[in-house]
């Protein structure tokens, strides 16, 4: 329950609907209509996707961003962020839904084994009806047990995560630039050999099994990568 919590103050978040500062726990719990206990794990999860600052008998504020001028990806979200981009949510344009065993070079980008099936889906993403991105992602068949059609035009791991109670535990994301195959060139519009920004991540569910893999090719002017952390004593 927590967890659909956050994502929907996540999504008020960078909607605006709060301007400075969160309402307190108690008017919370008025608006979502669960315990205390519910909300206070929900901030938490929120607070570690670095949407907000805690201050000590004051409450949460919101993080302002200083790229007012750009599109920021919050790379602190750390599950489905494309949903959570600012100004969204992304539409999606399924390219192919399918299943393929991984080659090596795939198997080693998803930290898999050499000729896992995984159901395949390629995907145009837009942000206000202009094009945001094209996203590969891959899910390992003896994890994930099903994939829809109607599943794959909106969130996949919503579904997954109210089918099959799968949530992630832990992600790894790398940015990287990559040069762009005749394929991915003729899909965004752009010519083949062009260099774009990339990120490629790998979703692990509780038990360390790898549930999701991908790589996103970001096409939207003015994108601001940003990241949340927390100061540790070595």
Known sequence: MYHKVAENIIQAILANKY???LPTEKEL???????????????????????????????????KRPLQSQTV?????????NSMVSGGPLKSKVVKFDTIQADENLAQRGNVATDTRVYRVIRLRYLKD?????????????????L???SVQSSIFSFLRDEYQ???????????VNKLDEWQ????????????LCLDGINYLVNGKVFN???TYFVYDNLALYYHTQNIDL
């Open 148 to 150: 829809s059609k109607e």
């Open 73 to 81: 990806l919050n790379l602190s979200i750390g599950f489905d962020k």
């Open 19 to 21: 301007s400075d500062k």
């Open 130 to 146: 202009r094009l945001y991105s094209l996203e590969e992602s891959y899910f390992p068949r003896e994890v994930v047990p099903f």
């Open 213 to 215: 893999f991908s790589r």
């Open 185 to 196: 060139a003729d899909l965004i519009g752009w010519q083949q050999g062009e260099r774009i």
């Open 29 to 63: 719990v008025e608006e979502y209509q669960v315990s205390r206990n519910t909300i206070r794990k929900a901030l938490d999860v929120v607070f570690a996707h670095g949407l907000l600052r805690r201050v000590r008998g004051s409450g949460y504020y919101i993080i």
């Open 166 to 176: 799968m949530t992630g535990s832990t992600s790894e994301n790398y940015v990287h």
